[in-house]
Nanobody, 121 residues
Framework: QVQLVESGGGLVQPGGSLRLSCATSGLTFSQYHMSWYRQAPGKEREFVAGIGVFGSSTNYLESVKGRFAISRDNGKNTVYLQMNSLKPEDTAVYLC??????????????WGQGTQVTVSS
């Protein structure tokens, strides 16, 4: 059974930092592209950051470039999102997603349950 479990969310003041983690199990982590999405109340889910299977390729939502950094540890089957200089508009539930890229798992998509990030003074 595939599981993606996010952690690290919480309440932080504007300008603060958080590090989110998404621990996976039940899949061959190195065969999956990993990404973070977020969904704020009343808004559509949006892509935040993505990382290729070896970690050398990353891309970001324009509004988080220079503030957020995605990384992965294939030995720990975990993807991270370091969030710095947080703004109130970053408030949302953050979810991780895994999409299979290797033969046999191509297109398989899994989501975590999400972790709440609230940026407020």
């Amino acid at each position: 059974q595939v599981q993606l479990v996010e952690s690290g969310g919480g309440l932080v003041q504007p300008g603060g930092s958080l590090r989110l983690s998404c621990a996976t199990s039940g899949l061959t982590f190195s065969q999956y592209h990993m990404s973070w999405y977020r969904q704020a109340p009343g808004k559509e889910r949006e892509f935040v950051a993505g990382i290729g299977v070896f970690g050398s390729s990353t891309n970001y939502l324009e509004s988080v470039k220079g503030r957020f950094a995605i990384s992965r540890d294939n030995g720990k089957n975990t993807v991270y999102l370091q969030m710095n200089s947080l703004k109130p508009e970053d408030t949302a539930v953050y979810l991780c997603r895994a999409v299979g890229l290797a033969p046999g798992v191509t297109g398989r998509t899994y989501w975590g349950q999400g972790t709440q990030v609230t940026v407020s003074s």
